[in-house]
């Protein structure tokens, strides 16, 4: 197992939940945080009978399930219902946080149906799935109830955070699945609504209100959203100075992206990677 792991893996730090049978509906049996190698996919061939529940940190992927296909952004979760055929893979590698729940499909968690929620990531969220892992890896006694109880805060921060805990991509229109798709995968470049409503097949103005109907923004504010939190991401996780940030994610002048960073996020590119690093440095002492 340990060298299946090495093949797949650069870091991984697993907790299990198999010395405790709790009398409940389902448990937590698996969590962890795993860094992946490139050419990386995971399917529910693996454990068709777990619930499972992805929360992306960083490194471009994708998920798709029932026939379609989307990228996954830094800071998105993605749901999987047991026996629900998916693919979530990384052509360079990705980082990512995992669980999974034995028994059956926890009906807190909405609809059984594979989902992605996308909110751009959550200091909360992400403490939740490593409060979790660290349940498990210690086992103290009664560790399954603590592990639920953290996995149902986990629900209702979702929901908190996304409106909705049960919100599925799946619902929305295929014309608005596509127009997403099709921005994260340009962020980097100059945001174009004829091009964007092209590739769609729409009018700009027909994409315009399916996107405030169904997402809240208008298409440019969701290209220019998804630019700030792939800035986010670089900026919490590489040693990059803002200007090359800037540059990454399509700002030529990065005046103009220190300001609609602030916008967005309320701190200025450099004081917000600042607050990110060192954590992380503290989080590495830790787990080495």
Known sequence: MGGKRLLRYNYWRTGYGTGERPNLDFYLIQAGEYHTKSNYSTGSAEVTNQTQLFYHLAGEASFESGGKHTSVAGGDVLIIPPHHDFTYSSRLGMKHHWLALEGPWPRAAGEPESRILAFGGDSEVEAMFVEIREILILGKRGYSLRAIGIFYELLARLEEICGTATTSTSAYPEAVHNAVSYLRENYAATYNAAETAAA???????????????????PKRFHTRYRIQQAQRLLGTQNLPVSEVAMLVGFADVHHFSRVFK????????HYAERQQQPNQDNIATLL
């Open 263 to 270: 916008q967005f996020t309320g701190l200025a590119p450099s």
């Open 200 to 218: 769609v097949g729409l009018s700009t103005s027909h994409l315009r209100a399916l996107f405030e109907k169904w997402l809240g923004e208008s």
